[in-house]
């Protein structure tokens, strides 16, 4: 199965940037459609951005217009950059990937949906 691995959390000032990325590896074929998560300090895991196969993205509307979701098909590997930040932004993000041969749009966008996580990484954004 596939395996994840997020790098690239710390710590930002509001109104800053930060980048995530997360490493695919093991076996991903057939993995189409990947997506970052995150959850606050008591608050459930939430969604943040999701991209398919063929490049198509969604946002939660937290995440419109301030994060960006990309990947590098070449790398195994994809991106959340995370500009504009907020304090309510922070928590730990995890990237995750639906399962094999699933598409973005095969359905919701919730953390049931995408069983294969990464262990996530900590964003902490002070005012």
């Known amino acids: 199965q596939v395996q994840m691995a997020e790098y690239g959390g710390g710590s930002a000032q509001a109104g800053g940037s930060l980048k995530l990325t997360c490493q695919l590896s093991g076996d991903t074929y057939g993995s189409y459609c990947w997506a970052w998560f995150r959850q606050g300090p008591g608050t459930s895991r939430e969604a943040v951005a999701m991209?398919?196969?063929?490049?198509?993205?969604t946002y939660a509307d937290s995440a419109k217009g301030r994060f960006t979701i990309s990947r590098d098909k070449a790398k195994n590997t994809f991106y959340l950059q995370m500009n504009s930040l907020k304090v309510e932004d922070s928590g730990v993000y995890y990237c995750?990937?639906?399962?094999?041969?699933?598409?973005?749009?095969?359905?919701?966008?919730?953390?049931?949906?995408?069983?294969?996580r990464g262990r996530g990484t900590q964003v902490t954004v002070s005012s």
């Open positions: 995750a990937s639906r399962a094999k041969y699933l598409y973005c749009g095969s359905g919701d966008f919730t953390e049931a949906g995408f069983p294969f």
């Open positions: 991209i398919n196969s063929d490049e198509r993205t």
